[in-house]
């Protein structure tokens, strides 16, 4: 079955600074890579999605990369602020999987001012 | 994307009781599934909540000890039976509101079983 991957575990940058989470999956088959976000104490919030017939996907100070071949994507924050600090998920949908998404072991991010 | 909610939020039980989690979406819905998040960890399913027919359970999750139900396209519930502390975790549902993937989650209910 699909496993998916996920470093690093945490990560530390200067406000203002980039971040990049990567991940890697290994059914070559899996279609879809949501992203979320989950701050302290909330529920993991989507923040980013990209499907497996587009290469990069950008929203605001947020972008996701899929490299099928390689079978890895990642998340890149640029321009980081405090109020990105939280523990990033990312995600992946085997095909034919019934909407059961795997997910990797997460991030956590501290963005320090 | 699906207005979610569920509940109780948060709960105190004692071993050996049992707790009912409530989960409401304010829309019909494709799917809809129940996890499991430890403290510190990731998500992991325990379940998809099928409309009219009995739940689908994955690996390590039984249902004697986490019976599920889903009477309509909009409501769920999660029983978790005869709690040992092990069992103190945040349980989430999610669900897909329509045919793409996009899964949204609740609020999630904190349990801390003594």
């Known amino acids: 079955g699909e496993n998916v991957e996920q470093h690093p575990s945490t990560l530390s940058v200067q406000e203002g600074d980039s971040a990049v989470i990567k991940c890697t999956y290994s059914?070559?088959?899996?279609?879809?890579f949501p992203w979320y976000k989950q701050e302290l104490g909330k529920r993991p919030q989507l923040i980013i999605d990209i499907r497996s017939n587009v290469g990069e996907k950008k929203d605001q100070r947020i972008a996701v990369t899929l490299n099928k071949t390689a079978k890895h994507f990642s998340l890149h924050i640029t321009e980081t602020q405090p109020e990105d600090s939280a523990v990033y998920f990312c995600a992946a949908l085997p095909s034919g999987g019934y909407n059961k998404l795997i997910f990797g072991a997460g991030t956590r991010l501290a963005v320090h001012p | 994307s699906a207005v979610i909610s569920q509940k109780p939020s948060r709960d105190i039980c004692q071993r050996g009781t049992s707790l009912t989690i409530q989960c409401q979406v304010d829309?019909?819905?494709?799917?809809m599934f129940w996890y499991r998040q430890q403290p510190g960890q990731s998500l992991t399913l325990i379940a998809t909540?099928?409309?009219?027919?009995?739940?689908?359970?994955e690996s390590g999750f039984v249902i004697d000890k986490f019976p599920i139900s889903r009477p309509n396209l909009t409501f769920s519930t999660l029983t978790v039976s005869n709690m040992s502390p092990e069992d103190s975790s945040i349980y989430l549902c999610?669900?897909?509101?329509?045919?793409?993937?996009?899964?949204?989650f609740g609020p999630g209910t904190r349990l801390l079983v003594l």
């Open positions: 829309s019909q819905v494709t799917m």
């Open positions: 059914d070559s088959a899996s279609n879809y």
């Open positions: 999610s669900v897909v509101p329509g045919s793409q993937e996009t899964q949204y």
């Open positions: 909540a099928n409309q009219g027919s009995e739940a689908t359970y």
